[in-house]
């Protein structure tokens, strides 16, 4: 499949792994200690939900739309509350801030995961944003900035993870979240996490993945849940019942060392999620440890 961001930030899937990256990095932040977000795969960082390629899918008014806006329902407090970083983190990247996301409103920029973390962290943590493709790579460039939190690398995603691995603050999250537009892509996500694991055991990585398919899935399952590595938390998410011939209706998560309550965060936040964006029968999600014990 072919996922270039612009097309389709703001929708489902980017909701439950942004969501998911809020609640890492809020995690984070309750050391002292600086800590690196790294993000192999990072696109053009900021996303205007007006433009053609927005519009030309419309995925974000069935996700982000449902979840920010006039027609938002109301969220109960529990939610709200797992929420509020991934919020936050939107309100800070249009014009107006919070007022942007009020009840008549609509976020008019969708932040991609850099452009979120830089939001979230604080004065001494580190992003590192990798992005191959050249016109995406000076988006993300402009979106950052002069930000000297952030540093933007122009290399390939596996190779970036190897290069950057492992942070001299010992601490972070990688997020891993490749565009698919090449076969292989799930081999390599084993083998890349494999690897860094190797040179950043003590880290947190995000794994992102489509379903389009599960018997594509299956192997890349199978493959971690044998791999060896233990703490590893497999989360999959649905609007509908996955089907290869339509639009992506489903994807996943696979996060190594997750943190402490992350689980219980997601199997609270999740059920309201799924019912929010639903397209069809089959919407859900699952959650479940695999790997070692």
């Known amino acids: ?15 439950v792994k942004h969501a998911t990256l809020a609640l890492v990095i809020e995690h984070l932040k309750l050391k002292p200690a600086p800590f690196r977000v790294i993000d ?29 806006g006039p027609e938002a329902p109301p ?17 800070a990247c249009n014009p107006g801030g919070a007022n942007a996301l009020g009840p008549a409103a609509s976020p ?29 790579a000076a988006l993300l460039a402009h979106a950052i900035g002069r930000d000297r939190r952030g540093k933007v690398l122009e290399l390939d995603g596996w190779q970036a993870l190897k290069a950057t691995l492992p942070p001299k603050e010992r601490r972070g999250v ?28 003590t880290g947190t990585f995000i794994l992102w993945f489509p379903i389009k398919d599960r018997m594509t899935v299956a192997p890349f399952r199978h493959a971690l849940d044998n791999s060896g590595m ?6 999959e998410f649905a609007t509908r019942t996955p089907d290869a011939e339509q639009k992506l209706s489903a994807a996943g998560l696979a996060i190594l060392n997750p943190p402490f309550q992350l689980e219980g965060k997601l199997r609270a936040l999740l059920p309201f999620l799924a019912e929010l964006m639903r397209q069809g029968p089959g919407a859900g999600f699952h959650i479940e440890r695999i790997g070692g014990a």
């Open 1 to 15: 499949m072919n996922y270039r961001h612009a097309f389709h930030a703001g929708n489902f899937a980017d909701v």
């Open 174 to 201: 990688v997020l891993i979240d490749p565009p698919f537009e090449e076969p292989g892509e799930f081999h390599r996500l084993t083998q890349g996490l494999a690897a860094a694991k190797q040179r950043f055991a």
């Open 75 to 91: 969220i109960p407090e529990t939610v709200a509350d797992l929420l509020a970083p991934y919020f936050q983190g939107i309100a």
């Open 40 to 68: 192999t795969h990072a696109g053009a960082g900021l996303y205007d939900l007006g433009s053609d390629a927005a519009a030309r899918t419309g995925e974000w008014q069935g996700a982000i739309g449902r979840l920010i």
């Open 108 to 136: 008019r920029l969708y932040p991609g995961s850099p452009l979120l973390a830089l939001a979230l962290m604080r004065s001494d943590d580190r992003l590192i944003a990798n992005e191959l493709h050249p016109e995406d």
């Open 230 to 235: 233990s703490k590893l938390l497999w989360v």
